[in-house]
C-alpha cells in the first residue's frame, strides 16, 4: 500500500481511497491480494477515459509496477502486466447469447 500512496501522491489531482470490494466493479477473491480501480482524469477530476480494473496486487513488485505505471500516465503500452488487470464483476460483462 505504501508503494501505491506514494505513486498516487506524486500524480496531480490524484485521489486514493480505501474500501471494501466494489462488487458491482470488481470480481474481488477474498484473501488474494489488492484489487483496484483508476480511472484518467482533468484537473476539474472529471474523467478523460475509461476504468481500468486492477488486482489482484500479492506481492510488492505487482504494486511496484502498478505505481510506476501510474507515474507514467497509465499508458495503453504493455507496461502494465496483463495479470495485474482485474477481471469485471459479473454485472459488467455482457452475457453470450
Keep these: 500500500m ?3 500512496r506514494h505513486a498516487v501522491r506524486e500524480c496531480p489531482h490524484a485521489v486514493m481511497v480505501s474500501t471494501g470490494c466494489l462488487g458491482k ?9 489488492l484489487q ?4 484518467p482524469c ?3 477530476r472529471r474523467p478523460t477515459g475509461m476504468v481500468v480494473r486492477l488486482g489482484p496486487l500479492v506481492t510488492e ?13 497509465m499508458p495503453d503500452d504493455g507496461t502494465l ?3 495485474l ?5 459479473p454485472q ?6
Excluded: F, K, M
Excluded at 483496484?36 to 480511472?39: L, N, Y
Excluded at 513488485?61 to 500516465?73: F, K, R
Excluded at 459488467?92 to 447469447?97: D, E, H, S, T
Design 2 to 4: 505504501n508503494g501505491l
Design 25 to 33: 466493479v470488481l470480481h474481488c477473491q477474498g484473501g488474494r491480494g
Design 36 to 39: 483496484g480501480v483508476v480511472q
Design 42 to 44: 482533468g484537473i476539474d
Design 61 to 73: 513488485a505487482d504494486a511496484e509496477a502498478v505505481a510506476a505505471w501510474l507515474q507514467a500516465g
Design 81 to 83: 502486466p496483463d495479470r
Design 85 to 89: 488487470r482485474a477481471a469485471p464483476a
Design 92 to 97: 459488467q460483462v455482457a452475457p453470450l447469447n
